[in-house]
């Protein structure tokens, strides 16, 4: 599983003080902290309250740079503050993300191009969020179709089936699981799948424990990729443990701690 | 038409190992072996690299063999009865690159030779000879505990191979090896999870995975050596494929499991081939060091490896 921490946004009220102070440190601690819990990647996001995002963008991306050379997630709804990050990014980046919007989709394929980003495109569009399984796959099609024909290799999108909070959708829930595994035999090779995890839990009270059992399903239906907070701990842990279950470690009394020093790879 | 061949491309590779010093590298060895480092299953010569062909170690004791057979004996002669000359006979007249010591004396069963004695004979063992050692405690956990830092120490900077390790007891030594600058074999019975545990554990201390080589515990032909192969299999599958806990090069004590069998017991020949064929079923499954007993069925493995390598193009000393 490729984990995308998600701690690294402007949301959070560490983060959004750190940009507005220009703390490195405290943006450097949130990423190798993020690191050490085993993410492989770093989403990086201005948050809403940035006033200036154009600006914050490349700051952040430069100090995260100085701690480590992990990919980075570019995570931003306006493509020019995405191409303000491509600009400043030495190390490998991730767009997050188009969506099936063809304005969308004209500016963000050819930018992941020029910049031999990946991509991540979400199953949605402005009309509206999908309502059931279908209504997914085909958005996730027009994606994928978008791509090829602007020859952006497919093996390097991620389609993102748009979790939204079980308290919302809960009928969407088993849509969203089964879409995971249907996305990848869109076309071949097939796309990676990769899920937004803490949404399913916004506004509930159990969040941890939503999260994980949420996630531990996704595993089971092929999920490659997941943006999450990897300091929770049981979170983390039910992840390698689904890993292991699916067979793709191999069993030892230390595969917890086995992961994490990423001795398994 | 041609047949296509489908080749696999592994992300892991298989850990390095050298096994003895040479004088550039404080040691005292006249050369030293190379094992492991491949990224392609045995033999697969054109799916990726296979830098070191299976090397064989002769097993030789601190003390007269016991319990093994007249043929068995037979060809070292008189030797037999002082372990130097023994050694002499090994590396001079059978040509052996490297020697696996078991200190069976120290078992206190086996004349409780003491850690002073055993770190001596190891001191003179390294006069004597000039190949790299693989050393073996007496099988005596708490006696082991005792006489392997002896041994250790004095060998300190050789290089040698050191064993076993289990999960039971595995710090002692894992301490010696870290502090001497040696390789550890970490022995585990038949099961891959305990094998992936011990390397774990032993890494936990500060020994890098490198330094390591999975005993997997083997039977002969006959004596469940499918069960031992498929272990093997399975643990360098996980290896090619990244699982760095198990990327550890194999060590087969082979001579020992397979003169235990009866069959072994009824002829000269009879014996030497069950060495044999145990030998090479075993390089199938990835081994990468074979300790074996009888000098003739050592000749014969030895032209087995040398006839696959050379098959195949390859440099045998990669």
Request: hydrophobic share 40%.
């Amino acid at each position: 599983m490729f984990v995308v921490g998600e701690l690294i946004n402007g949301m959070y009220s560490n983060i959004g003080s750190a940009i507005k102070e220009r703390n490195k440190k405290e943006v450097q601690k949130c990423a190798l902290d993020q690191i050490a819990c085993g993410a492989d990647a770093l989403d990086v996001n201005c948050g809403p309250a940035s006033r200036q995002p154009l600006v914050d963008m490349p700051w952040l991306v430069e100090t995260i740079q100085e701690v480590t050379d992990k990919p980075l997630c570019l995570d931003s709804s306006k493509p020019a503050v995405i191409q303000e990050g491509l600009k400043a990014s030495r190390n490998k980046t991730i767009i997050n993300s188009t969506t099936a919007d063809q304005d969308k989709l004209d500016i963000l394929v050819p930018m992941a191009s020029k910049y031999q980003a990946q991509l991540i495109g979400i199953t949605i569009r402005s009309k509206g969020i999908p309502q059931n399984k279908d209504q997914r796959l085909e958005l996730a099609a027009f994606i994928v179709a978008n791509c090829q024909e602007q020859g952006f290799s497919v093996e390097g999108l991620y389609l993102d089936p748009i979790v939204l909070p079980v308290n919302v959708a809960q009928s969407q829930m088993k849509d969203i699981l089964e879409s995971i595994s249907e996305f990848k035999i869109i076309s071949g090779p097939g796309p990676k799948t990769i899920l937004g995890l803490s949404n399913v839990s916004q506004g509930v009270l159990l969040r941890s424990l939503i999260n994980r059992t949420f996630l531990t399903m996704a595993v089971a239906y092929g999920l490659d990729s997941a943006i999450l907070d990897p300091k929770d701990k049981e979170l983390m842990d039910a992840l390698i443990t689904a890993e292991l279950i699916l067979n793709k470690n191999i069993y030892c009394d230390s595969y917890l701690e086995a992961y994490r020093k990423k001795l398994n790879s | 038409m041609e047949t296509q061949l489908v080749l696999e491309k592994w992300a892991g590779t298989i850990s390095a190992m050298v096994i003895g010093a040479e004088k550039k590298d404080g040691g005292s060895r006249a050369h030293t072996v190379k094992i492991g480092g491949q990224s392609s299953l045995p033999l697969l010569f054109k799916e990726g690299g296979i830098p070191n062909p299976p090397a064989i170690a002769f097993e030789i004791w601190d003390i007269p063999p016991q319990d093994w057979s007249e043929e068995l004996l037979a060809p070292y002669g008189k030797s037999i009865e002082n372990p130097f000359d023994w050694a002499d006979k090994c590396v001079n007249e059978f040509k052996a690159q490297l020697l696996c010591v078991k200190m069976q004396g120290a078992h206190p069963d086996f004349g409780d030779k003491g850690p002073k004695e055993a770190g001596e004979f190891i001191s003179a063992l390294l006069k004597k000879v000039s190949v790299p050692l693989i050393i073996l405690g007496s099988g005596d956990d708490a006696k082991d505990n005792l006489i392997l830092p002896a041994c250790s120490e004095a060998a300190k900077n050789e290089r040698c191979l050191i064993g076993c390790a289990v999960q039971e007891n595995y710090k002692t030594l894992v301490g010696s090896v870290l502090a001497d600058g040696h390789n550890i074999i970490a022995e585990s019975p038949i099961d891959i999870n305990i094998a992936k545990q011990l390397n774990i554990l032993i890494s936990d201390m500060g020994l890098n995975l490198e330094r390591i080589a999975i005993n997997p515990t083997i039977g002969a032909l006959g004596y469940g050596l499918e069960y031992a192969y498929s272990i093997m299999e399975r643990a360098r599958l996980a290896g090619l494929s990244g699982d760095k806990a198990l990327a550890s090069p194999f060590i087969c004590f082979v001579g020992q499991e397979s003169w235990r069998t009866k069959e072994a017991k009824v002829s000269p020949e009879q014996g030497i081939a069950w060495e044999i064929i145990t030998a090479t079923s075993f390089i199938q499954s990835g081994a990468d060091l074979l300790v074996l007993r009888h000098p003739k069925a050592i000749q014969k493995v030895s032209e087995y490896i040398g006839t696959l390598f050379k098959k195949q193009g390859n440099n045998l000393r990669g």
